[in-house]
């Protein structure tokens, strides 16, 4: 099963932007990228997916490689509310599973 | 509104003792997941089912059973064959081609064992 590499922890300042970076150097060409991020005792919550091309959605952008070896999240303006644990997941095409990586705490300074 | 209902929310068993924590989801979706977190980890998968009738084994499955009598319903047993059961327990599911897809969460199940 493909894993990723994500950094364990990064810092922001509010409203400026954050790029987290995450590796999956054994992708496979069916396996979606995933990101979703956790608050403290509460369920992981699906921010943005997907395969080859960049996305766009409300919450963020997903820029991926070239070669889908890596991919970075980005929130455009970091908010003190998107302090949470951040997940960069392979879906895998063959069996459906999500394999979770360990995660990137983002901490948001005011 | 639709979602997914995990309970209890917070469980505490003796050791030695089975458990069965509930997942229920009106949403519709064909494929279910249990998850385990431990505290600053991340999540480990222990069972999924992509239809009724059937269910398959995750990455920790030992200790653990499930059944998916039901499309909205997929319960978790934890049994007293899992070492160590105390910990975060999620509930997740997913609609038809879940790989392009969203996975819906629960709130999720605190069990410790005493």
């Known amino acids: 099963d493909a894993k990723t590499t994500q950094p364990n922890s990064m810092e922001s300042n509010e409203e400026e932007p954050v790029h987290l970076p995450c590796n999956h150097s054994?992708?496979?060409?069916?396996?979606?990228i995933h990101w979703y991020r956790q608050l403290p005792s509460q369920g992981p919550e699906y921010v943005i997916h997907?395969?080859?091309s960049n996305v766009n959605n409300r919450m963020a952008s997903l820029a991926i490689a070239e070669d889908r070896k890596s991919s970075t999240l980005i929130l455009h303006r970091a908010t003190l509310r998107d302090a949470a644990v951040y997940y960069c997941?392979?879906?895998?095409?063959?069996?459906?599973?999500?394999?979770f990586g360990q995660g990137t705490t983002l901490q948001v300074k005011p | 509104d639709g979602g997914i209902t995990q309970s209890p929310k917070y469980l505490f068993r003796k050791e030695g003792q089975n458990v069965t924590l509930s997942c229920e989801q009106n949403?519709?979706?064909?494929?279910m997941y249990w998850y385990r977190q431990d505290p600053g980890q991340g999540l480990r998968l222990i069972y999924y089912?992509?239809?009724?009738?059937?269910?398959q084994k995750g990455d920790i499955a030992e200790g653990y059973s499930v059944s998916r009598e039901k499309k909205e319903s997929f319960p978790l047993t934890v049994t007293s064959a899992q070492k160590n059961p105390t910990a975060f327990y999620l509930c997740?599911?997913?609609?038809?081609?879940?790989?392009?897809?969203?996975?819906?969460f629960g709130e999720g199940s605190r069990l410790t064992v005493l």
């Open positions: 997740a599911s997913s609609p038809p081609r879940r790989n392009t897809g969203e996975l819906f």
């Open positions: 054994t992708i496979s060409g069916t396996d979606y």
């Open positions: 997907g395969l080859t």
């Open positions: 997941i392979l879906a895998s095409g063959n069996t459906g599973k999500l394999i």
């Open positions: 949403l519709n979706h064909d494929a």
């Open positions: 089912s992509q239809i009724v009738n059937d269910f």
